[in-house]
């Protein structure tokens, strides 16, 4: 069992940055492939960003590439979503999620555990 808890939203200019956490309780992050997703008022939720267990190896939905960056700190079990260079398309509540098995990352329903997620609001 995991337990996910999503921190670090709130209201940013166009422009600026904003770095949301994702402390895990139970199993470890470690050993989990962790992913952000974020969903939108009236849409479906979407995929930002995966990071593999064991390998790191990353993956951006295109609308965020060059401007956000996932990583994770085993040590604190915590990932992070830092995001620069926001848009107000980026406004939506962020979820942390983590998955056992490692296929199709950047689909919600290959994940097993979901934060409550976190409102990222961009001002224009």
């Known amino acids: 069992q995991v337990q996910l808890v999503e921190s670090g939203g709130g209201l940013v200019q166009t422009g600026g940055s904003l770095t949301l956490s994702c402390a895990a309780s139970?199993?470890?992050?470690?050993?989990?492939?962790m992913g952000w997703f974020r969903q939108a008022p009236g849409k479906e939720r979407e995929f930002v960003a995966a990071?593999?267990?064991?390998?790191?190896?990353?993956y951006y939905a295109d609308s965020v590439k060059g401007r956000f960056t996932i990583s994770r700190d085993n040590a604190k079990n915590t990932v992070y979503l830092q995001m620069n260079s926001v848009k107000p398309d980026d406004t939506a509540v962020y979820y942390c999620a983590a998955a056992i098995y490692s296929s199709r990352l950047s689909t919600p329903g290959a994940y097993d555990y979901w934060g409550q997620g976190t409102q990222v609001t961009v001002s224009s």
């Open positions: 990071i593999r267990w064991g390998s790191d190896i990353t």
């Open positions: 139970g199993r470890t992050v470690s050993s989990r492939h």
